[in-house]
């Protein structure tokens, strides 16, 4: 939609940075070319923790106190830092529509990071998320936070467009705007939520997109990809 850019938080190493434990640059296309319509702000939650690039692997384990960051090559202990650096920066960021974040890391994974018994990786566990993104999740519920694994899903893919998009509206104050545009297919298949929210402030707006494209088809989806995301993106 003309004028409207939304911002998002994204995974450095997903933005190009060569930022990764190993030195070897990640190549996601999707994330490259959403780059180029969304204002980004990157970030290495793990090179702002000073580990360098490379660095030794850090894994994620389970005590009883929940997940820990750790380090087995240097026996350091990492979560704590890895808390107080996530929520000084998620308190420091301007208002922002969602986050991109990469997978499968002890970091920033919003899915399939493996997690272990032990503090040297050896007993699998299971999957779990990254100690970053678990605070991003607490700090911003109302937010699209996806990783690109996620996002080879059409419809999960659409979610999280359409949601950064409409959050870029509320960030702007123009509920009654994104009103318009959603009204009808809002009336045709969830009339209780588009009476509630003809009147809706920006709050109470934000806290529920994420449970209206939840719950829209995937070709209603489609059709509002059609009103709000520039052609290219919707590829
Ligand atoms: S996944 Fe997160 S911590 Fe790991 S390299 Fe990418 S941005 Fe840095």
Redesign the pocket.
Known sequence: MKGLKPRIVM????AGDN???DGVP?RDDFSLKLSTFVEVIK?????ELGLGVPRDKVILYHSEEGPRLFQPATDRELTEDMLSFARNFLKSLPPVDGFL??SK?P??GVSRTKTYRDKEGRLFRGFGKGI?ALEVLKRFPHLPVEDELRLVNRRKKLEFLLGIYMFSFLREKEPKKLHSLIQEPLSLFLPGTERRLRKANVEEYGLFIKKILKKLPVGVLETLGEKFLPEKLRA
């Open positions: 995974s450095a190493c997903l930022v990764r434990y990640v970030v290495c939650p793990e090179v974040l990469k890391s970091s920033c970053f």
